[in-house]
């Protein structure tokens, strides 16, 4: 299967815990963004790359969580000192053509 | 902020029934997506709509992007159980960003 992968499915933390996220995009994909999910709503955006570069970060997106994407190749996302409304799905998603994007299966996180 | 409403927020329908589900701005996009959600799993991409006035038809499904790109609509006919799903709207105003809509989830009973 050559789709976006996400590692891990699920996580389960403490509050105060950091937890990082890994997203495998599609391999020939030059674009990778990060979208948060909670229930009943739409993916919120969080950031975008473009190769490595980090072109578009969210206002949303707090001091405590950062992005990267070394080489232009998979990303993490890091949440630092976790808190209760962190918990979300959150998904990755990479395209090549300017507006289509590719989900993966994200990553569920429940902070307690 | 560039806002996209989807309606109706919830539909549940009877197999073979035929549907339609509206995304709507107040902004123009340049080009609008649609995908369907299950749960606990990453939306899948069903369509991409760019020009205004575009209809694509994918199966049982029509897809129309308004003439001034910034409403669109997906219509199903003859619903089947395995349409059941969570509707996503995504329009897109650059390259870098887009914005969703919160879906509407359909509900097909058999």
């Known amino acids: 299967d050559t789709g976006v992968s996400q590692n891990p499915r699920h996580k389960i933390t403490k509050r105060g815990q950091n937890v990082t996220f890994r997203c495998d995009p599609i391999?020939?994909?030059?674009?990778l963004y990060w979208y948060r999910q909670t229930l009943g709503q739409g993916p919120e955006f969080l950031t975008y790359f473009q190769n490595e570069a980090q072109l578009e970060k969210s206002r949303l997106l707090s001091d405590r969580f950062s992005a990267e994407r070394p080489k232009g190749s998979f990303s993490t996302l890091e949440i630092q000192r976790t808190e209760q409304g962190d918990s979300a799905m959150y998904l990755c998603a990479s395209s090549f053509s300017r507006y289509e994007q590719y989900f993966g299966p994200g990553t569920r996180l429940t902070v307690t | 902020t560039q806002l996209l409403e989807q309606s109706p927020q919830f539909l549940s329908i009877q197999e073979g029934e035929n549907l339609t589900v509206y995304c709507n701005s107040s902004?123009?996009?340049?080009?609008l997506q649609w995908y369907r959600q299950e749960p606990g799993e990453g939306p899948v991409l069903l369509v991409t709509v760019v020009t205004g006035g575009e209809v694509k038809k994918l199966k049982r499904l029509t897809f129309q992007f308004g003439d001034a790109r910034k409403d669109s609509s997906l219509h199903i006919t003859a619903a089947q159980t395995g349409d059941t799903g969570l509707y996503l709207c995504a329009g897109w105003a650059n390259a870098g960003k887009s914005t969703f809509g919160d879906g509407t989830t359909l509900t097909v009973k058999p």
């Open positions: 391999s020939e994909h030059n674009r």
């Open positions: 902004s123009v996009f340049s080009s």
